[in-house]
Nanobody, 126 residues
């Protein structure tokens, strides 16, 4: 089992920045990919970004490219999502998730992830 705790959400004005953190505990040796997803009211959960725990390669949704940066600190068992130039449409609950499989590395599909955090609210005002 891997436990995930997100932090760093909040209220920010359009154009501002936030950095989300996701701290992992438990069987962290099983982590292959850490991903960030988001879900706005009435919408499906959507992929934002993913980072390979070994090597640090990344994958981004088109909506995140050029504005968001995903990173990880393996020694601290923590992943980060730096979000810049935020827009009102970025408003959502943001979740981090872990994929244990090396076959679905950097997957954008929520169904490929095994463990999820409780989410942190990000609200961007116009």
């Amino acid at each position: 089992q891997v436990q995930l705790v997100e932090s760093g959400g909040g209220l920010v004005q359009a154009g501002g920045s936030l950095r989300l953190s996701c701290a992992a505990s438990g069987r962290t040796s099983s982590i292959n990919t850490m991903g960030w997803f988001r879900q706005a009211p009435g919408k499906e959960r959507e992929f934002v970004a993913a980072v390979a725990w070994s090597g640090g390669s990344t994958n981004y949704a088109d909506s995140a490219k050029g504005r968001f940066t995903i990173s990880r600190d393996v020694a601290r068992n923590t992943a980060y999502l730096q979000m810049d130039s935020l827009k009102p449409e970025d408003t959502a609950v943001y979740y981090c998730a872990v994929d244990r499989s090396s076959y679905t590395k950097l997957s954008p599909r929520p169904g490929n992830y095994d463990y999820w955090g409780q989410g942190t609210q990000v609200t961007v005002s116009s």
